[in-house]
């Protein structure tokens, strides 16, 4: 594993921020704007025949709903980076997690504070960009984002001294996901049904996972760190928590967002009864990639001794 000094020797050699140039959507009408493989309802609309319009825009359903998809991981991306990893960094900067960091420590969460920015900057820009060349309005998002609303389901079991510290696990936890989320995706660039794929959407995660891959690194010396540092009365405390949270994350990777799909499929004029059945087919689909987010976030937590031998959730 690399050094504190070797890891900001590379963020200056090799960040996005500095390094990469912003994609540029140029063919908008001419492909898949997000890989089928990333979101299954249309592959399920397909498969059942199931005749359908779009309520809105005047598109058809496979470009409605990888547009509407598109929209929605982005805009989703870009919260969960600013609200949840920004803040978590800003924590270690300012001594405010029962275990305090060094300088080199601070240096790495200020790199990534900028990062994640600059992926936040990108991600609205791209939303930007496919609004503007499409002309296709995103449909309004009743909840909040997906990752928040998972972080604030499991701090609720943890004694309120601990909330800010679970914040800073949390994060440890999503920056493995995520770069681990990115990998997948960019894996699946070569399946048959993402061959008509916008290579924008691939630029985008490209220039993504050259940073993610470098935080998830991050993210395990400071979990290890934190860890080993904190009393038995914190880790008992926290442990639930964890457990729960990693549960949770595996159901959203199995079943997507449910609640954006089921706006998704009553945009196109379904009942519950298809909802439901678009979920089962969801998860099935999603089964493979869900199962090593699973593990990549196993991993962590074994690696980091949060979760000593045995305790598998
Ligand atoms: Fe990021
Ligand atoms: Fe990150």
Redesign the pocket.
């Known amino acids: 594993m690399q050094s504190i000094p070797e890891a900001i020797l590379d963020w200056t050699k090799l960040s996005s921020v500095q390094h990469k140039k912003m994609p540029e959507l140029t063919n908008s009408q001419e492909k898949d704007i997000f890989p089928l493989s990333s979101q299954p309802l249309v592959k399920f609309i397909e498969t059942r025949e199931l005749s359908c319009q779009p309520q809105s825009d005047n598109t058809d359903t496979r470009t409605w709903i990888l547009t509407q998809s598109f929209y929605h991981y982005f805009n989703e991306?870009s919260t969960l980076?600013t609200k949840l990893?920004c803040n978590a960094n800003a924590g270690i900067i300012s001594d405010s997690y029962t275990v305090k960091f060094d300088r080199g420590f601070k240096q790495i969460a200020s790199t990534i504070i900028i990062?994640?920015g600059f992926?936040?900057f990108c991600s609205l820009d791209a939303v930007r960009q496919v609004e503007t060349k499409t002309g296709i309005k995103p449909i309004k998002l009743r909840k909040k984002n997906h990752a928040e609303a998972i972080f604030s389901t499991c701090r609720k079991m943890i004694e309120h001294q601990y909330w800010n510290d679970f914040t800073l696990v949390a994060a440890s936890i999503l920056e493995a996901i995520?770069a681990k989320d990115l990998d997948l995706c960019l894996r699946a660039r070569n399946r048959v049904e993402n061959g008509n794929t916008n290579e924008f959407f691939y630029a985008l995660q490209e220039n993504?996972l050259n940073?993610?891959a470098r935080?998830s690194c991050f993210a395990l010396l400071t979990l290890e760190s934190f860890w080993s540092n904190i009393s038995e009365d914190e880790r008992s405390n926290l442990l639930p928590a964890i457990h729960k949270f990693v549960e949770l994350y595996s159901n959203f990777a199995s079943f997507g967002d449910a609640e954006f799909n089921n706006q998704i499929i009553r945009g196109l004029g379904f009942d519950d009864k298809v909802a439901k059945e678009a979920m089962v087919f969801h998860a099935e689909y999603k089964r493979h990639d869900a199962k090593q987010l699973h593990t990549s976030m196993l991993n962590l937590l074994n690696q980091t001794k949060v979760f000593t031998a045995g305790a598998v959730v």
Do not use: G, K, Q, Y
């Open positions: 991306l980076e990893i990062d994640e992926h936040s995520l993504h940073d993610e935080h």
